[in-house]
């Protein structure tokens, strides 16, 4: 906005060149009032179905359009306060920032710029009312968004939803081998990739630490060749000192929310399951696919609970998510296991011989 008296005595200002530009200067007060951006906030919300909250705006600019919630930052207020204030009073939720996702400039009629600060929240539990300035409150699916408002907050939209997208993307993956290594992990590995593996699982508890990062390391070196998916089981570390695309965790392991706190947001966490509820439970809480097992009885399942075919056949029913079926599986029952729903077959002992050919064997089974 154009300035033409001084704010501390009232007189004209003239343009001096200060730092590279043309400035507002005071001759009298012998004072460069420089021109600052308004602070303001924008909040990322994303429910457990992935889709992401938005308010209608009730008052210009935009009046009528769709952005997220938030709004400038007041004076003695964190851009953390403002955000969940924001929050609060646009959709009637309470709020935890989890990350920060960068600022962006925004124009805007009123006050010039705008310095619009990201943040995604975790909402409560609280049902939406829509509130101060916005006419209403929704959540979109990500891939289907109404026309925003703001291009700062597209920008905003784009960079939080980037890895979300790239995850839910595993979805749309081909189904077939999902290798979980034993004994000779790189060697299973190698030829797991060299057979067109969709998956291939680290799982390893005995090697000392330094050991298996290496070994995770030189695996995904394999995966990243062939364009495989690469997982560890268990280990959070290794997975991301590895760069691997995701983990596997069992019901007594970390969290799944503990486990998306800490790792970065683009990599797949993946539930074991053995029963309805369990698997409910993991796909409500945001798992991005299910390990289904043990199937049929099988040495490296012992003491597991047996789901059998009806029970794969039920949770992949009722899955939104990618099954993986594990425990029993085997060339002879395969296509059962796909007749059930599972998108990928899982198998230790299988492909400990003849890996590449038995992989490429799974795919055959999954493409007729």
Avoid at 168 to 191: K, M, N, Q, W
Avoid at 343 to 365: H, L
Wanted: with cysteine; hydrophobic share 40%; aromatic share 6%.
């Amino acid at each position: 906005m154009e300035k033409t008296y001084c704010p501390q005595c009232g007189g004209r200002l003239e343009k001096r060149a200060q730092e590279g530009r043309d400035r507002d200067y005071c001759p009298s007060c012998k004072v460069v009032h420089y021109e600052n951006p308004v602070p303001a906030t924008a909040v990322v919300v994303l429910n457990e179905r992935h889709e992401l909250l938005l308010v209608r705006r009730a008052v210009e600019p935009a009046l009528g359009k769709w952005c997220l919630p938030g709004g400038f930052q007041e004076t003695g207020e964190t851009p953390e306060l403002c955000a969940l204030r924001e929050l609060r009073e646009e959709t009637g939720l309470s709020g935890r920032v989890e990350e920060w996702l960068g600022m962006e400039m925004s124009p805007n009629p009123l006050v010039g710029e705008v310095l619009v600060v990201g943040y995604r929240v975790r909402a409560g539990n609280e049902a939406l009312q829509a509130g101060d300035d916005a006419l209403a409150a929704a959540y979109f699916p990500l891939g289907g968004l109404p026309e925003l408002a703001f291009r700062s907050h597209a920008r905003i939209i784009e960079r939080a939803g980037r890895p979300l997208l790239a995850r839910l993307g595993f979805r749309d993956l081909p189904g077939g081998a999902y290798v979980v290594t034993s004994h000779d992990h790189e060697r299973v590995a190698r030829e797991a990739c060299r057979g067109g593996a969709r998956v291939v699982q680290y799982r390893e508890k005995d090697a000392p630490a330094a050991r298996r990062l290496e070994t995770a390391r030189r695996i995904r070196g394999f995966c990243r060749e062939s364009g495989t998916l690469f997982i560890v089981n268990d280990q959070l570390d290794i997975a991301m000192l590895s760069e691997a695309d995701g983990v596997h965790l069992g019901q007594d392991d970390v969290s799944l929310a503990d486990a998306r706190a800490l790792l970065p947001p683009h990599m797949l966490i993946g539930i074991s399951c053995s029963s309805l509820a369990e698997a409910d439970e993991a796909a409500r809480r945001g798992a991005d696919y299910l390990g289904v097992g043990a199937v049929i009885a099988t040495p490296t399942k012992e003491g597991y609970p047996l789901v059998g075919l009806d029970g794969l056949r039920r949770i992949a029913a009722a899955a939104a998510v990618p099954v993986v079926a594990i425990g029993g599986v085997n060339l002879d029952n395969m296509a059962a296991m796909k007749a059930a729903g599972a998108k990928y077959p899982a198998m230790v002992r299988e492909f400990q011989e003849d890996t590449a050919a038995r992989v490429a064997a799974v795919n055959q089974i999954y493409k007729s």
